[in-house]
């Protein structure tokens, strides 16, 4: 079945510190890519997203390009804030059941230290 | 302010109680989701809602049973608590094929 792998955390960096964390998966067909950021307390809220092959999803600095043939995702971003300190989730979107069911990494706690 | 509300925001119970999560959202999407939390395993899919009035298993859907009357609502139901169902619960919703899942503020549930 699909799977998603991502780089275990925590990572912790320094502020204005160039950020990459790894996300791999496995899927048929041809999945939806998704970054989610959870911010301490809240809920999941979509960072950005590539629905097709070298598609590049960004938002708020981050980015991340989908590549099928090393069937990756990387999450990156030029210079972290303190602002940026969430756990982040990469996910892929296939259609086991017909719809949107999301399959999610673990999860990679980023914190930044000022 | 359109979205995704759930209740309650945190819960303890006792083992063997039956208990009930509630999730509104009021964008009118068509699919409804269930997740739970769990520290090192990510988030895993309970039960889905493709459109009101039809419901489907997710990865981890023992002990959970969900409806979906309508559009607006999909309550997550435990009949009888366990403690390895201590976690946090995550409602979304999305449109249609494609689109974006967008989630609730989540409900911690304690079990003892």
């Not at chain 2, 009357?69 to 309550?75: I, K, Q």
Request: glycine residues 12%; proline residues 4%.
């Amino acid at each position: 079945g699909d799977s998603v792998t991502q780089m275990e955390g925590p990572v912790t960096l320094s502020e204005e510190a160039f950020l990459t964390i790894n996300c791999t998966y496995t899927a048929t067909g041809y999945p939806s890519l998704f970054w989610y950021v959870q911010y301490p307390g809240e809920g999941l809220q979509l960072l950005l997203k590539a629905t097709k092959a070298d598609d590049k999803g960004s938002n708020k600095g981050f980015e991340a390009t989908y590549r099928k043939e090393t069937t990756s995702f990387h999450l990156e971003k030029g210079s972290v804030q303190v602002s940026d300190s969430a756990v982040y989730f990469c996910a892929l979107s296939g259609a086991n059941f017909g719809n949107e069911k999301l399959t999610f990494g673990t999860g990679t706690r980023l914190t930044i230290i000022p | 302010i359109a979205g995704i509300t759930q209740a309650p925001t945190s819960q303890i119970l006792a083992a063997g109680r039956r208990m009930t999560l509630r999730c509104t959202q009021d964008m009118r999407h068509n699919a409804m989701y269930w997740y739970r939390q769990d520290l090192g395993l990510g988030l895993r899919l309970i039960h889905y809602s493709n459109t009101a009035g039809t419901t489907g298993k997710g990865e981890v859907p023992d002990g959970y049973s969900v409806s979906r009357a309508n559009t607006d609502d999909f309550p997550l139901t435990l009949a009888s608590a366990v403690p390895s169902q201590t976690s946090v619960y995550f409602c979304a919703s999305s449109g249609g094929s494609g689109d974006t899942q967008y989630f609730g503020p989540g409900t911690r549930l304690t079990v003892l």
